[in-house]
């Protein structure tokens, strides 16, 4: 099964295919680059989220990573940060374990049924942590696509070229 396409430049740094000339400007020509001179916050996001954008841009345009296209999804991933976040910061406010009565069955002297206080799971906590890791996957799935994960980078690094190799002084008389 075949691998997926790899632009040119990689595999020509990568020196495992031989390619004529004809060949390298025919994939050159058939490769598609979208512009990045248009990369602008989207006005949906709020003031702080806007700068966070930029500040990811700068970084993705280093490495040459963003284009204009990626716009509305780099933002998408703001987004789900600060929902991840805020939704953190709620589970901290919550308790995990709530003290509720329960009937025991039994009644008092008076006939009024007698209650136990137990603690169980708060199911309120239960439901945000559900929440809470949708929003952390939306995180990942949408950094991994930007190679800002620890992995995805791994996988964007371009190989450079070998070196080549000093000739030994006594390879002539080797061969």
């Known amino acids: 099964m075949a691998g997926q396409r790899q632009p040119i430049e990689l595999l020509q740094a990568k020196g ?7 060949e390298i ?8 680059h979208a512009p990045n001179d248009n990369i602008k916050p989207p006005k949906w996001l709020t003031a702080k989220q806007k700068t966070k954008f930029k500040s990811i841009v700068s970084e993705l345009l280093a490495i040459d990573l963003v284009t204009n296209l990626d716009v509305d999804a780099l933002a998408r991933l703001i987004i789900s940060q600060d929902q ?9 406010r919550t308790p995990i374990m709530l003290k509720v009565s329960r009937p025991t069955g039994r ?9 136990e206080e137990i603690e169980v799971v708060n199911g309120e906590r239960e439901r945000l942590m559900i929440i809470q ?21 791994c ?11 000093k000739e030994n002084k006594f390879g002539k008389f080797a061969r």
């Open 84 to 92: 991840y976040i805020e939704i953190t910061e709620e589970i901290k």
């Open 133 to 153: 890791d949708r929003c952390f996957k939306q995180c990942r799935q949408s950094a991994a696509d930007f190679g800002l994960t620890v992995s995805s980078r």
């Open 16 to 22: 495992k295919k031989h390619l004529t000339k004809a």
């Open 25 to 32: 400007e025919a994939r050159k020509q058939t490769e598609i």
């Open 155 to 165: 996988r964007l690094v371009v190989p450079k070229p070998a070196e080549e190799k």
């Open 107 to 115: 009644k008092d002297a008076d006939g009024k049924d007698i209650f």
